[in-house]
């Protein structure tokens, strides 16, 4: 090495480039927006269940006590499984059952149901729901087990 040549200098292992500095940065911020999209549909799903609940309904989650007794059943989906670990299903609004059972539950009560996509089973018996109401229920994928108002026979 001549006197004209200065040595390279090194580069400290806590030193960044521009360009790795915002790789992460755009890698936090995905991650935050992901987050307070996922935190404000659960507060859509858990205003769903208040309105549920004043009516008279009953709310089943994933982590219930009753849940393995439970008709309707199936596991929470995996990427879900980070959030339910924060702050478990009834914050995030994750109902896979509701029981209307007896409430005075008309059809345009079941607009309530449209946000709960993880539910998996309603029951309607002795409630007030006609045909007409059931097309709130169609975006609701995960829906297997539903139980209609059972109407009496008059057949002798």
């Known amino acids: 090495m001549t006197d004209t040549e200065t040595p390279k200098p090194k580069r400290r292992w806590y030193q960044y480039s521009l360009r790795t500095l915002f790789v992460v940065m755009t890698m936090v911020a995905c991650f935050?927006?992901?987050?307070?999209?996922?935190?404000?549909?659960?507060?859509k799903r858990r205003a769903a269940i208040e309105e549920i609940k004043t009516i008279g309904g009953m709310v089943f989650y994933y982590d219930a006590d009753i849940y393995p007794v439970m008709p309707a059943g199936g596991e929470p989906p995996d990427w879900y499984s980070l959030l339910r670990?924060?702050?478990?299903?009834?914050h995030l609004g994750n109902a896979i059952s509701v029981f209307l059972d007896g409430t005075q539950i008309t059809d345009a009560d079941l607009i309530h149901l449209k946000g709960l996509t993880e539910l998996e089973g309603l029951y309607l018996h002795g409630t007030q729901i006609t045909d007409a109401g059931l097309v709130h229920l169609r975006d609701l994928p995960r829906l297997e087990v539903l139980k209609p108002n059972q109407v009496a026979?008059?057949?002798?």
Do not use: I, K, R
């Not at 670990?85 to 009834?90: A, P, R, S």
């Open 32 to 43: 935050c927006s992901w987050y307070a999209y996922e935190m404000n549909e659960a507060a």
């Open 85 to 90: 670990q924060l702050h478990g299903d009834e």
């Open 153 to 156: 026979s008059t057949a002798p």
